[in-house]
């Protein structure tokens, strides 16, 4: 799974105690988050004194995960992100393949002066890493966590608190063990975690469960008023702008899961949820089968990914954005016609 020799030079690295940095991607999800705390609590119990940095807010229903709150986050406080960042001997980046992928933090990182170390499952990982810990086929980063602090001897350091985040990285990623979860090893991981006292459906639930009334309305309000199929090309868009948002009190994480129900539909191959914020489009898309959406996001809309899974964005309006997106599957319509079955 990993090069013997990056795993002896990370073990060395922690055979001391060290000032070690753990960093998120922007707009932070389970994986990330999950990871970034999984790695707090193992390497403290290790005796390293260890701060977790994200590029801006993640959703407050990861808030109840243990050590959430010590978060810092640079666009509310930068100077203290900065402060740990500089006093800091080793960086984890976990859960990203590009030092870009941390937004208006990137250029902090870029700076770092100590050893960066990636724990990634995103494909062609960028070369500006020290050591290098990525699987494409990993269902998580959380997974891939697992595994290497298995291959540096330390499993018995794993506790509630580690599975707990653990686990959460791999029901995030996987949408509760739908996708990315064919391989028999995420599974063998998760009994493990649940051996060490996670309770699936509680994580489930505090993940999931935990909308607040405008959240399901606003659910409610983009299947019913801004859903787009386009039967031809086999895509569903649901789009929703600065208004919309407005009218229904978004808040950080409130459209997480929404470009999944384009994907409910028979027929439909591709789902794309196009949303305006912050004076540019962000999109996320989402794909049955062969048709890869990292080369869609990566080649046309500034972005990247994982095949089945990506995100881009748009500096123009949602009018313009919504044209080009149609003029460009018009290049993919034949990729695009096909029919997922046994
Ligand atoms: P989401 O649609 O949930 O925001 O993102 C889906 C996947 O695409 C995630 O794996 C995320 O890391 C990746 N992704 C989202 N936005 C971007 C982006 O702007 N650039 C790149 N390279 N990847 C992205
Ligand atoms: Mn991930």
Redesign the pocket.
């Known amino acids: 799974m990993f090069d013997p020799q990056e795993i002896e030079a990370v073990s060395r690295l922690l055979a001391v105690p060290r000032k070690i940095v753990l960093a998120a991607?922007k707009?932070p999800?389970g994986d990330t988050i999950g990871a970034s705390l999984a790695m707090m609590h193992f390497l403290r119990q290790k005796g390293h004194e260890v701060s977790a940095i994200v590029p801006n807010v993640f959703p407050g229903y990861y808030n109840w995960l243990p050590g959430a709150k010590e978060i810092l986050v640079f666009d509310r406080n930068a100077r203290a992100v900065r402060k740990v960042l500089a006093e800091g001997q080793l960086l984890f980046c976990l859960d990203f393949n590009s030092l870009e992928?941390t937004g208006n933090m990137a250029p902090d990182l870029k700076k770092f002066t100590g050893k960066k170390i990636v724990i990634d499952h995103?494909p062609g990982p960028s070369d500006e890493f020290d050591h290098y810990f990525s699987v494409v086929e990993a269902s998580s980063t959380g997974e891939l966590l697992f595994e290497l602090i298995e291959a540096l001897g330390d499993k018995s350091l794993l506790g509630q608190e580690e599975a707990l985040a653990l686990y959460t990285c791999i029901m995030t990623d996987t949408g509760s063990f739908s996708y990315n979860c064919n391989h028999g090893r995420t599974y063998h991981i998760v009994a493990e975690l649940i051996d060490r006292g996670v309770d699936a459906a509680k994580v489930h639930e505090m993940v999931y469960d935990t909308y607040s009334e405008n959240r399901l309305r606003l659910l409610g309000f983009a299947l019913s008023s801004r859903l787009l199929v386009w039967y031809d090309l086999h895509t569903a868009v649901i789009y929703l702008t600065k208004n919309d948002l407005r009218k229904y009190h978004y808040e950080v994480g409130d459209t997480e899961g929404l470009?999944n129900y384009g994907l409910s539909m028979e027929k439909i191959n591709l789902a794309v949820l196009l949303t305006e914020k912050d004076n540019q489009i962000r999109i996320?898309f989402r794909s049955k089968g062969n048709f890869s959406v990292n080369r869609l996001a990566s080649d046309f809309f500034n972005?990247?990914?994982?095949k089945n899974?990506?995100?881009?964005?748009t500096k123009t309006g949602m009018e313009e954005t919504i044209r080009k997106l149609k003029d460009v599957l018009q290049l993919f319509k034949d990729e695009l016609d096909y029919t997922v079955s046994f």
């Not at 972005?303 to 994982?306: L, M």
């Not at 899974?309 to 964005?313: L, T, V």
């Open positions: 991607h707009n999800d992928r995103h470009v996320s972005g990247g990914g994982h899974a990506s995100g881009g964005n």
